[in-house]
């Protein structure tokens, strides 16, 4: 975004004012801006306590392997019975998620 919103005229230029905003924590205090300015509460970058957390975990995938193209297919499907739908104005609840992958945790 940097190299494409033309603050510097070559891709590596842009490469190196990332890492460099990385390294002396700008980037990270734009990114605590932009989450208070979206209503969330910055403290929870420092102390991810403060994140909500879901209050139960199912499994929606079978435990056979599944071939890509059905992996796939599921796992959209598996998005979408996370999302209910629902109105514009409704709710979105943050502690839900989705793990993916073969490996759970739980």
Do not use: Y
């Not at 990332?18 to 989450?35: E, N, T, W």
């Not at 193209?69 to 996370?82: E, F, T, V, Y």
């Not at 739908?85 to 073969?102: F, H, Q, R, T």
């Amino acid at each position: 975004m940097i190299f494409l919103g033309k603050i510097v005229p070559t891709l590596d230029d842009a490469r190196e004012l990332a890492l460099q905003k990385l390294a002396d924590g700008s980037a990270f205090r734009k990114f605590r801006d932009c989450v208070t300015a979206q209503g969330g509460d910055p403290r929870a970058l420092d102390k991810f306590e403060l994140l909500p957390n879901a209050t139960g975990c199912g499994k929606l995938l079978p435990t056979r392997r599944l071939r890509d193209a059905d992996r796939r297919r599921r796992h959209w499907s598996s998005l979408g019975l996370m999302v209910p739908v629902g109105e514009k104005d409704d709710k979105i609840d943050p502690a839900v998620g989705v793990i993916l992958g073969s490996q759970s945790r739980r």
